[in-house]
């Protein structure tokens, strides 16, 4: 198993006397697999995320990643991760930030400047000497997807891994995570609001909504029953306009 | 993480100054002033535009200038990484908050460590072209202190970066904070000159002492050493000075722990 969470419980204070929780009773991700978790903003997507490597710490509940507690340094040995918001240093090439970040990981492989263009390549990168400052949105979340996918891992966690990005270039991208998907069996966890991404990706579904997993589903289920994840989704999700129904 | 660390604070175009003023300082007195050995001790004379300048203060104006810009230019590699956007990024690598902590006071003390011995290495040359040879001594002691005055500052301003998030606040609390080391150090003097004999006042300064990291404890270490040589340094003021270090960097180190990206 890759992923096991059990009884995850963690609450924010927000303003005024309102608070936020989040209860993950259970969530597991198989080797190989793609699992989604979708839910509307603010729902505790990614801070369930960040509780799973430690960012955030968990009320309580125990967390197992990739064979280990999570909060040893030891389980993010294979396991690769995209914020949703990050911040490289801005007076970095692309090239410079990638060498930088490389360092920090044992999986990157030994020939970096050979993974560099070979990433380049997948993704119609041609910016690499270009300063992170000067990138337009799109080069930026393409250079970080860059930066996740140097190291050899196992498992890549992706907060909305295609904010800014044109249809080229998700597609450039999906073909990427297809081929290592086939040829080293990586799991993937994805979280994203465009369903149109994932709709013939996924094999699992999490459905969350104010830090409670709603529902799961597995592809074959939702094909089954909905025929799309949008409408998978919109199932859960829609609130019809009282003054209309 | 000590690589990170370096890359970045080499590429910070503020630290860039600290070897520039260096290099200016050396080429202002080769081309308007002069070099040559003090007579009345193993040291050297330095004149510009035919006016002696006191060795020791030129030396202290050079460390107060690097101090100043180092405290300005170092921290901003730390403030960026406790912001959640890098922290996600590094702390999703596997490091411990343990690692990184003490990865990153090591690469700064490299750095301080490189560009100390640059300008150490230009002043050389400085003397060495006008044919005075650079007292080893001198060179040692600011080779060897000017790192742990500085790492002084920056364990205070760590500590307030990760308290405040304010880079700003951070840099100026801890400036002029591990400026008090002076007062403190020197308690009964500063009370004795304001006609306070308050001792229960004296107590606390001089627990405070203890608390705060002593740049100036080095600072006079450094000085007694331009003096006296090796033989001259205090022992205990110097064991008083890596003491002093202690509390505010195991604070940091307990609150780095404790925070949430």
């Given at each position: 198993?890759?992923?096991?969470?059990?009884?995850?419980?963690?609450?924010?204070?927000?303003?005024?006397?309102?608070?936020?929780?989040?209860?993950?009773?259970?969530l597991?991700?198989?080797?190989?697999s793609?699992?989604?978790?979708?839910?509307?903003?603010?729902?505790?997507?990614?801070?369930?995320?960040?509780?799973i490597?430690?960012?955030?710490?968990?009320?309580?509940?125990?967390?197992?990643?990739?064979?280990?507690?999570?909060?040893?340094?030891?389980?993010?040995?294979?396991?690769?991760?995209?914020?949703?918001?990050?911040?490289?240093?801005?007076?970095?090439?692309v090239?410079?930030?990638l060498?930088?970040?490389?360092?920090?990981?044992?999986?990157?492989?030994?020939?970096?400047?050979?993974?560099?263009?070979?990433?380049?390549?997948?993704?119609?990168?041609?910016?690499?000497?270009?300063?992170?400052?000067?990138?337009?949105?799109?080069?930026?979340?393409?250079?970080?997807?860059?930066?996740?996918?140097?190291?050899?891992?196992?498992?890549?966690?992706?907060d909305?891994?295609?904010?800014?990005?044109?249809?080229?270039?998700?597609?450039?991208?999906?073909?990427?995570?297809?081929?290592?998907?086939?040829?080293?069996?990586?799991?993937?966890?994805?979280?994203?609001?465009?369903?149109?991404?994932?709709?013939?990706?996924?094999?699992?579904?999490?459905?969350?909504?104010?830090?409670?997993?709603?529902?799961?589903?597995?592809?074959?289920?939702?094909?089954?029953?909905?025929?799309?994840?949008?409408?998978?989704?919109?199932?859960?999700?829609?609130?019809?306009?009282?003054?209309?129904? | 993480?000590i690589?990170?660390?370096?890359?970045?604070?080499?590429?910070?175009?503020?630290?860039?100054?600290?070897?520039?003023?260096?290099?200016?300082?050396?080429?202002?007195?080769?081309?308007?002033?002069?070099?040559?050995?003090?007579?009345?001790?193993?040291?050297?004379?330095?004149?510009?535009?035919?006016?002696?300048?006191?060795?020791?203060?030129?030396?202290?104006?050079?460390?107060?200038?690097?101090i100043?810009?180092?405290?300005?230019?170092?921290?901003?590699h730390?403030?960026?990484?406790?912001?959640?956007?890098?922290?996600?990024?590094?702390?999703?690598?596997?490091?411990?908050?343990?690692?990184?902590?003490?990865?990153?006071?090591?690469?700064?003390?490299?750095?301080?460590?490189?560009?100390?011995?640059?300008?150490?290495?230009?002043?050389?040359?400085?003397?060495?072209?006008?044919?005075?040879?650079?007292?080893?001594?001198?060179?040692?002691?600011?080779?060897?202190?000017?790192?742990?005055?500085?790492?002084?500052?920056?364990?205070?301003?760590?500590?307030?970066?990760?308290?405040?998030?304010?880079?700003?606040?951070?840099?100026?609390?801890?400036?002029?904070?591990?400026?008090?080391?002076?007062?403190?150090?020197n308690?009964?003097?500063?009370?004795?000159?304001?006609?306070?004999t308050?001792?229960?006042?004296?107590?606390?300064?001089?627990?405070l002492?203890?608390?705060?990291?002593?740049?100036?404890?080095?600072?006079?270490?450094?000085?007694?050493?331009?003096?006296?040589?090796?033989?001259?340094?205090?022992?205990?003021?110097?064991?008083?000075?890596f003491?002093?270090?202690?509390?505010?960097?195991?604070?940091?180190?307990?609150?780095?722990?404790?925070?949430?990206?």
């Open positions: 198993m890759i992923l096991q969470a059990e009884n995850i419980s963690k609450t924010f204070k927000k303003s005024g006397s309102n608070s936020f929780h989040l209860n993950i009773d259970h597991e991700i198989k080797e190989g793609f699992t989604a978790i979708l839910g509307p903003n603010g729902s505790g997507k990614s801070t369930f995320l960040k509780i490597l430690d960012l955030l710490f968990a009320d309580s509940g125990n967390i197992s990643l990739m064979g280990n507690n999570h909060e040893d340094k030891q389980a993010r040995a294979k396991v690769s991760y995209l914020p949703e918001n990050y911040s490289f240093p801005e007076y970095f090439t090239k410079q930030m060498h930088a970040f490389a360092d920090l990981k044992e999986s990157t492989p030994g020939q970096i400047d050979r993974k560099i263009n070979e990433l380049a390549n997948a993704f119609n990168v041609n910016y690499l000497n270009k300063r992170i400052k000067n990138l337009s949105k799109g080069m930026r979340q393409t250079s970080a997807l860059m930066h996740t996918f140097l190291a050899d891992d196992q498992f890549y966690i992706l909305e891994p295609f904010n800014g990005l044109d249809a080229v270039q998700k597609k450039a991208i999906m073909d990427y995570i297809f081929r290592l998907q086939q040829e080293r069996n990586i799991s993937i966890l994805i979280t994203t609001h465009i369903l149109s991404d994932i709709d013939k990706t996924c094999d699992t579904l999490y459905l969350i909504n104010d830090g409670r997993i709603i529902n799961s589903a597995s592809k074959k289920e939702i094909q089954k029953q909905f025929g799309s994840v949008e409408d998978y989704y919109l199932n859960h999700f829609e609130t019809k306009d009282p003054a209309i129904s | 993480m690589r990170y660390t370096l890359r970045t604070l080499l590429k910070n175009k503020t630290l860039w100054a600290w070897p520039g003023i260096f290099m200016l300082f050396v080429v202002a007195i080769t081309v308007w002033g002069g070099v040559s050995a003090d007579p009345s001790s193993y040291s050297y004379a330095i004149n510009l535009g035919g006016l002696p300048l006191p060795t020791g203060i030129v030396i202290n104006q050079l460390v107060s200038i690097t100043l810009i180092s405290i300005i230019g170092i921290p901003t730390f403030s960026e990484n406790i912001k959640p956007e890098r922290a996600s990024l590094l702390l999703s690598k596997p490091l411990s908050r343990s690692e990184l902590f003490f990865s990153d006071f090591m690469g700064v003390f490299t750095f301080c460590f490189a560009y100390t011995v640059i300008s150490v290495l230009l002043l050389a040359v400085l003397t060495t072209v006008h044919g005075v040879l650079f007292p080893l001594h001198h060179a040692i002691a600011i080779i060897v202190f000017l790192p742990l005055i500085l790492l002084t500052y920056y364990i205070t301003i760590v500590l307030f970066l990760i308290l405040t998030n304010s880079y700003l606040g951070a840099v100026i609390l801890g400036y002029f904070l591990t400026d008090f080391s002076a007062l403190f150090l308690a009964d003097q500063f009370l004795q000159m304001f006609g306070l308050d001792t229960w006042f004296e107590t606390l300064l001089q627990i002492a203890y608390l705060i990291p002593s740049s100036e404890a080095f600072q006079q270490i450094m000085s007694q050493i331009f003096d006296s040589g090796f033989s001259g340094v205090d022992i205990s003021l110097l064991g008083f000075a003491v002093s270090c202690v509390p505010l960097a195991l604070l940091a180190f307990y609150q780095f722990r404790k925070k949430q990206f």
